[in-house]
């Protein structure tokens, strides 16, 4: 018969606990950074969208919209329509004022390849076991760059 030991019940609540338990979602220090590259399109389009994120989505300056967006911009988000006065629009329901000190732009991840972007982001929720605690996830968007500015839009919305 097996006998369980303090030592192994230690080992066993360490690996429960690894298997239950979450790193969290950190952004990085420096988002900037992220938009180096050898390849000087990629890095070009980085830089679009991570512009577009910081002053369109994070500090909600609808009016730059015409710099980010292409007029036909197509929004694969179930919640929302297509082309950039759509956008807008959709985002002045939301954010109806621009941020007069907008909050940190948060990034964890840039990635680009071809024509694609890709940012994840880091979220945080309440925990719907016990809504005192919070925990981190990631959200991603993908967006699609099409003369220089943003033709196409992806993310893990629902409805």
Request: glycine share 4%.
């Amino acid at each position: 018969m097996w006998k369980i030991t303090a030592v192994r019940m230690l080992v066993l609540g360490s690996l429960a606990a690894a298997a239950f338990g979450q790193a969290p979602v950190v952004a990085v220090p420096d988002p900037e950074a992220l938009v180096k590259s050898k390849d000087k399109q990629l890095e070009a389009n980085k830089k679009l969208v991570l512009d577009m994120v910081r002053d369109f989505l994070t500090a909600h300056k609808l009016d730059t919209a015409e710099k980010y967006f292409t007029p036909e911009y197509i929004q694969h988000n179930p919640n929302a329509a297509s082309g950039r006065d759509a956008v807008v629009q959709f985002f002045k329901a939301r954010f109806p004022n621009p941020e007069t000190n907008p909050p940190k732009m948060q990034i964890v991840k840039l990635v680009a390849e071809g024509d694609m972007v890709i940012v994840a982001f880091p979220r945080q929720y309440k925990d719907p076991k016990d809504p005192s605690k919070i925990y981190t996830t990631t959200w991603f968007d993908m967006y699609r760059i099409k003369n220089g500015k943003i033709d196409e839009h992806w993310d893990p919305a629902t409805k």
